[in-house]
């Protein structure tokens, strides 16, 4: 178990830009989860992925983020024309089914200059 | 998902036992009590999760009141590696995938 892996660890954008982020979870794990937390907050959902199927979305996930989850295994989190207000942590989980706890990640720290 | 309840803030003695509390007057009978911490810079790290019975494992023990309106984290002997932010949820676990809500958590800082 090597644990859920995110890459990258920091990313520093200008505003306006793309960015990517992926996420490798746990790999006997069907379910996958996106959150956000900024400096002094808890983390918020964003989004969740049963194998490869979205079936869960946020309301803070605005048409500018999009994530993918293609072969039910790796996922990726873009934000499109990034914003200062998205400079924030963003973390991946997973977990298997049931009561399972979820795993996370070290996360990816953008920043939006 | 219930609400839960926490101190901001806490401290604790090397060596000694740190206990958080949590309220979760609101909880229904199938929500669980889940306890993650987070070190700075780092993801939140699972600790353990309940139902109605005490549970125990490596890192600390879970003790839920009857009524199940409140819980208590007892880490036996605290270490300086212990100062996180810890967090108490409480989460519907019917086979559904309802995901965490995290409240702010408590600070508890392990003094030497």
């Known amino acids: 178990d090597t644990g859920v892996s995110q890459d990258p660890r920091h990313k520093i954008t200008k505003r306006g830009q793309n960015v990517t982020f992926r996420c490798d979870p746990i790999s006997e794990h069907n379910r996958l989860y996106w959150y956000r937390q900024t400096l002094g907050q808890g983390p918020e959902f964003l989004t969740y992925f049963q194998n490869e199927a979205q079936l869960e979305k946020s309301r803070l996930l605005s048409d500018r983020f999009s994530a993918e989850r293609p072969k039910g295994s790796f996922s990726t989190l873009e934000i499109q024309r990034t914003e200062q207000g998205d400079s924030a942590m963003y973390l991946c989980?997973?977990?298997?089914?049931?009561?399972?706890?979820?795993?996370f990640g070290n996360g990816t720290r953008l920043t939006v200059t | 998902d219930a609400k839960t309840t926490q101190p901001t803030s806490m401290d604790c003695a090397e060596g000694r036992a740190a206990n958080l509390p949590c309220n979760h007057s609101t909880i229904s009978g199938n929500e669980y009590v889940y306890w993650y911490r987070q070190i700075h810079s780092q993801g939140p790290q699972y600790i353990i999760h309940?139902?109605?019975n005490n549970e125990t494992n490596e890192m600390a023990s879970l003790i839920i009141t009857e009524d199940r309106k409140s819980s208590t984290l007892i880490l036996p002997h605290a270490t300086l590696r212990d100062t996180a932010v810890y967090y108490c949820i409480v989460r519907v676990a019917l086979g559904s995938a309802r995901q965490l809500t995290f409240g702010s958590g408590t600070q508890l800082t392990v003094l030497p």
């Open positions: 989980a997973s977990s298997s089914e049931g009561i399972s706890p979820l795993h």
């Open positions: 309940g139902l109605k």
